[in-house]
Nanobody, 126 residues
Framework: QVHLVESGGASVQAGGSLRLSCAASGYTSGSYCMGWFRQAPGKEREAIAFIDSHGVNSYADSVKGRFTISQDNAKNTLYLQMNSVKPEDTAMYYC????????????????????WGQGTQVTVSS
């Protein structure tokens, strides 16, 4: 059973930086696509970044150039480096895992991600 635990959420001022972590257990690192999603109050959950087991990543336009997804396979930890944050980045952030033969990100649909963490809150003030 894959278990994901996010951490690193905090309150930060606009223009600042933050790094989120997602500690994973119970899985083989080379067989999963990992993703970060977020959900703001009153809004639907949205996908913001993905990384496959080969290090290939992709981003939503809303965070491209500001956020960086990475992973440390030795530590079984996924990261999201958030730079130049904006008030509209305020949301609960979730990491999620999708099992994939070969570890490729074949989907960015949250419905396909079976494993989720409990979330970590990021609040950006202007």
């Amino acid at each position: 059973q894959v278990h994901l635990v996010e951490s690193g959420g905090a309150s930060v001022q606009a223009g600042g930086s933050l790094r989120l972590s997602c500690a994973a257990s119970g899985y083989t690192s080379g067989s999963y696509c990992m993703g970060w999603f977020r959900q703001a109050p009153g809004k639907e959950r949205e996908a913001i970044a993905f990384i496959d087991s080969h290090g290939v990543n992709s981003y939503a336009d809303s965070v491209k150039g500001r956020f960086t997804i990475s992973q440390d396979n030795a530590k079984n930890t996924l990261y999201l480096q958030m730079n130049s944050v904006k008030p509209e980045d305020t949301a609960m952030y979730y990491c999620a895992a999708l099992w994939s033969d070969g570890g490729y990100c074949l989907s960015n649909d949250m419905e396909d991600f079976k494993y989720w963490g409990q979330g970590t809150q990021v609040t950006v003030s202007s």
